[in-house]
Each structure stands twice: as structure tokens, then as C-alpha cells.
């Protein structure tokens, strides 16, 4: 007869079921633990660049390059048109104010002014002709004056006798009245010659006033045209070094055409490219260095030209104190133009952290040097050299300053020794 048998209640694969729970469970938590905690990559510090942040003193500026330029530059231009005919100069020649460059020759021109001179000497023989014919007039008005003076004297004359005669009735009172028209008569007529003597002094003076204004406005046109016919010879308006002149003997040159140009060698100019980030910091009166032969010299801003183009805009600066006795036309200089004051401040030395970080953060090592993790920073003003630190950051610490483009998001970076 079978008899049951009652099963059992810890197998092995019960035991082994329940004992790996517990271990399923750490494996969990410590998987968890382990995968929550920071992503770290192991560097090779020898490919590292580390600083160390510290205080020290700050100026902000900024490397700028700029050409030396003359002082001052004349633009030669044709005042007139015509044909080469002479030459007198060549380029690089050191010029005097007023020394000619060469010379043009304009038919057209050349006759205006004939016909100019002609039309002033015709009317300077007119005005001599009008002017001896106001003469002629006037002194015959002056003769006729002085017959009526003289007519109205005698008739004055007789006229108070016969009336002294008539009263005292010697004579008869046909005769007086006949004295006395006579005497109104040439009263009537010296009244008369004096007053077209005076219209004619009015007149001649108003005519010659015309004929000088007249005269004085062919004079100015004519001088004028001597001016135009002049400026056929050009001349150096400045003392100075001739550095171009596009002209051959024979060649045509139309008005108003470029025929070269003067530099004064009273001083020079930089002309400098700054980029338009800088453009609302940048005024006349900023100081800036640069290098000439190994020695410093100092340079100030005196005018900025506040169009931008191809995003950058341009400054002339001159040298306000030594001039380098060196320095060429052409030449480049690199330049330090301070933006600031020099200031304390803590500085943190710029790399190629910057480009991937933006300024936010950085890899900031612990004290024994064997790790770097992320620190969120603050940086300022910057210069070539340095960035100003604001925040997250302590004189003494040092920062992984080289370039974070392998990196990716990690958090922390393990140095391998």
C-alpha cells in the first residue's frame, strides 16, 4: 500500500531563490548609487594647461593694427582741362609751396582770354570816350552859365538904374518895363542853365558810376580767366614729397581729373581697423602704445570715423608725444589700446577654455591636483593677457585654461600621474 509523502519546504531552489533577492537588491542600489554619481574622463595632464588665479593689476585693451599715413595728404587735381605739354617733376620729389609739376596748354581757353582782355580794353576806350564827351558838355554848360551870369548881371543893372530913372521921372514907363522884363528874363535863363548843369553833373556822375561797375566786373572776369589760363601750370600747394603723379607729356587730362598726390613731411598718422564690437568705447583723446626699433611709444586717438564697414570701423591716431624717427609711410604697427584705467583685480590667464564655456564655467583642480571638476565662474573685462575674474573663484586656486573641445558634459576630470 502507498503511503504520501508530505513535500518539503526548503529546497534548494527556494534557498537559492530567497538568498538572491537581498544580493539583486544591493546590485541595484549600488548600481543606482554608483550611476547617479558624476560623470568623470580621465585626462593626461601633460596635454593640460593650468593656471593659477591671482591678484594683480588689470588695464583693459585691446591689440589693434594700424598703417602709418602722412599727417596730411593733398590730392593733385586738374583745376582745368588740356594736353600735357611739360613735365618738370618726377615721383618722390621734395616740393615747395608754389613750385610747379608740370604744365597743360587749352587753345580754347588761352583765346577766352584774349577775347576777355579785347572786350575790357574796348570798354575802358568807351568810357574814355564818354567820359571826354561829359567833359565837352559840361563845359558848355559851364559857358552858358556864365553868358546867362553875365547877361543877368547887366540886365540887373540896367534894371535898377531906369527904375531909380523912373522914379525921379526922367524917363518914361515904356523904357522901365522894358529894363524890367529884360532883368526877369535873364533871371529866368541863369535859373535855367543852372539847373541843366545840374542835371548834367547828375547825370555824367550816375553814367560814370555805371561804366566803373561795369569796367570794375570785366576786370574781375578777366582776372578770372588769367587765374584759369594760371592754373594750366599745376604747383605744389604745400611744401612736401610728391609720392604720385599720373601724367605723361602728350596725354590728354580732362577737368577735374586726379593727377597725383603731396604728403607733408610735418608729421605722420596711424591709421587703425578696430572691430565695431569696441565702437561705443572708442573716442577721441584714448591712448594707446606700440613698439617702433624696440622702444615704446605713445600714441592718442584724433578722430574716429564712425562708419562701419565689413564690421569693422577706422580711428586716426598721432604720436603726442616722441616720434619714432624710423617710421616709414606704409609701415605696420601692431598697437595696445588701453580701453581703461589700471585697476586691481583678480586675474585669471585667458586660453582656449573660453570658446567652449563662454566665460560660465571652468575645470577648477582640488588642492592635491589629482582632480578637476566644474565650477560655475564670473569673468569681466578681458585684455590679451588676462580675464577679469568677478566670481566663483579664489586667489591661489588653479584652472584648467586650455581648450574643453574633447570634454563633451563631463563633470569631472580624472589626472592620470
Not at 130 to 140: E, F, L, P
Not at 163 to 192: M, P, S
Request: charge should be positive; proline fraction near 4%; hydrophobic fraction near 35%.
Amino acid at each position: 500500500m502507498d503511503r504520501a509523502i508530505p513535500p518539503k519546504k526548503w529546497t534548494t531552489r527556494n534557498v537559492l531563490l530567497l538568498g538572491g533577492l537581498p544580493l539583486a537588491g544591493l546590485l541595484a542600489v549600488g548600481g543606482y548609487y554608483y550611476g547617479a554619481g558624476p560623470s568623470q574622463l580621465n585626462v593626461d595632464p601633460a596635454r593640460l594647461t593650468v593656471s593659477e588665479v591671482r591678484q594683480g593689476s588689470f588695464q583693459e585693451f585691446i591689440p589693434v593694427s594700424g598703417v602709418v599715413l602722412p599727417e596730411t595728404t593733398i590730392y593733385l587735381d586738374a583745376l582745368e582741362g588740356g594736353r600735357v605739354e611739360e613735365k618738370y617733376v618726377e615721383d618722390g620729389a621734395l616740393m615747395k609751396k608754389g613750385q610747379p609739376l608740370l604744365r597743360l596748354s587749352n587753345a580754347d581757353l588761352e583765346l577766352s582770354l584774349v577775347n576777355q582782355e579785347t572786350a575790357v580794353l574796348n570798354l575802358f576806350t568807351q568810357m574814355q570816350m564818354s567820359r571826354n564827351a561829359a567833359q565837352q558838355n559840361t563845359n558848355a554848360r559851364l559857358n552858358q552859365l556864365a553868358d546867362a551870369d553875365n547877361a543877368y548881371q547887366e540886365a540887373e543893372r540896367v534894371f535898377k538904374l531906369q527904375k531909380t530913372l523912373y522914379e525921379q521921372k526922367v524917363i518914361a514907363l515904356q523904357d522901365f518895363r522894358q529894363a524890367e522884363n529884360a532883368y526877369h528874363y535873364q533871371t529866368r535863363r541863369r535859373r535855367l542853365s543852372r539847373t541843366m548843369l545840374h542835371q548834367d553833373s547828375a547825370a555824367t556822375r550816375q553814367e560814370t558810376t555805371q561804366a566803373a561797375r561795369s569796367y570794375a566786373r570785366m576786370q574781375n572776369a578777366l582776372t578770372l580767366m588769367r587765374r584759369k589760363v594760371g592754373d594750366l601750370v599745376v604747383r605744389a600747394p604745400i611744401d612736401g614729397q610728391l609720392t604720385s603723379l599720373d601724367a605723361e607729356i602728350g596725354q590728354s587730362v580732362n577737368k577735374g581729373a586726379r593727377l597725383g598726390q603731396l604728403d607733408a613731411v610735418t608729421g605722420h598718422k596711424v591709421r587703425a581697423d578696430i572691430d565695431e564690437h569696441y565702437i561705443s568705447r572708442i573716442f577721441p583723446g584714448l591712448r594707446g602704445e606700440c613698439t617702433v626699433a624696440g622702444r615704446e611709444y605713445a600714441l592718442q586717438i584724433r578722430k574716429v570715423y564712425t562708419q562701419v564697414a565689413q564690421g569693422r570701423f577706422q580711428v586716426d591716431m598721432i604720436f603726442p608725444e616722441a616720434v619714432p624717427k624710423a617710421i616709414r609711410r606704409g609701415q605696420s604697427l601692431q598697437i595696445r589700446l588701453t580701453l581703461g584705467d589700471e585697476t586691481r583685480a583678480l586675474l585669471l590667464a585667458k586660453g582656449g577654455f573660453y570658446q567652449q564655456t563662454g566665460g560660465t564655467w571652468v575645470y577648477k583642480l582640488t588642492p592635491d591636483g589629482r582632480r578637476a571638476y566644474r565650477a560655475d565662474v564670473r569673468l569681466g573685462r578681458q585684455n590679451p593677457d588676462y580675464y577679469e575674474v568677478l566670481g566663483g573663484l579664489q586667489p591661489g586656486e588653479r584652472v584648467i585654461t586650455s581648450g574643453y573641445d574633447t570634454y563633451g558634459t563631463m563633470q569631472e576630470l580624472v589626472l592620470r600621474q
